[in-house]
């Protein structure tokens, strides 16, 4: 039978190791992808609606629930990378609550790589 | 009212790995899916991992920018982890990177921008990974 719990503090049964449910849902993702530039694939994901090729080396995640405001915490790696000539960037100024744009570049130009990966953490809204 | 509830284990009622959580105005999530499965500090020229770790098996050090990350509990799928690494050198001159090698084994990689070259030099790196579990 489905339950529901309201309560401000989590602690383990010896009454130790205290937090508030508040630190829980603060440090919680909100919202991760695994994705394929080149075919801009969904390989796994928590709250991402789609994800859109915004031309060579660029890709936005759109979020299913939108973050609260567009300061969210955003972090991007890519993986099978043969050279630090790759380099990662979540754009700040397309950062929005409703989606955000990783690029990509590999030796100094846009390029489409097959693994790239991003995490958010903040407030929902 | 402010409340307390002391336990050592939460399951899911309906299914296991699934309880939802109330959060900011309202919206929910599966608590599951918002965390972290595994986190470690890494020496890049070592084996060693901080005492912060999650869900670390061991760490095996490779070639010049090269360790091996090993997960206890993997994950359900190759794909289905998502690792993101910083590196806490004080230089600018660096660059990371994660390989999937399996669902449970990560190969981590640090560059020297400046050469493209994999280096040990003076290098730990921060690896946080999400994703479904098996």
């Keep these: ?125 | 009212m402010a409340s307390e509830l002391k336990v050592d284990t939460i399951t899911g009622v309906t299914t296991a790995g699934e309880i939802t959580i109330t959060l900011e105005n309202s919206e929910s999530q599966i608590l599951q899916k918002g965390l972290a499965k595994v986190t470690a500090n890494i020496q890049v020229d070592a084996t060693s991992n901080s005492d912060a770790s999650l869900n670390v098996s061991s760490v095996a050090d490779g070639a010049a920018g090269l360790n091996t990350l090993t997960v206890t509990n993997p994950f359900s799928a190759i794909k289905s982890a998502v690792p993101c690494m910083e590196n806490h050198d004080s230089s600018y001159n660096r660059g990371t990177g994660v390989d999937d090698a399996s669902a449970s084994v990560f190969i981590l990689r640090l560059f020297r921008s400046s050469t493209s070259a994999l280096t040990d030099d003076e290098g730990d790196v921060a690896i946080t990974i999400h994703g479904d579990l098996a």
Excluded at chain 1, 36 to 62: Q, R, V, Y
């Design chain 1, 1 to 125: 039978m489905a339950s529901e719990l309201r309560v401000n503090t989590l602690k383990d049964a010896s009454g130790n190791n205290s937090v508030a449910t508040s630190v829980v849902f603060a440090g919680s993702a909100k919202s991760w992808v695994h994705f394929d530039m080149s075919d801009f694939s969904n390989k796994d994901s928590h709250n991402i609606a789609s994800i859109t090729d915004s031309g060579t080396g660029l890709g936005e995640p759109t979020f299913t629930s939108a973050m609260g405001n567009a300061l969210y915490s955003g972090v991007a790696t890519g993986g099978n990378m043969s050279s630090s000539e790759n380099g990662i960037q979540i754009q700040r100024a397309q950062m929005t609550t409703a989606k955000y744009r990783i690029e990509f570049t590999a030796g100094g130009s846009a390029n489409d790589t097959t693994t790239m990966h991003g995490q958010i953490c903040g407030d929902l809204a």
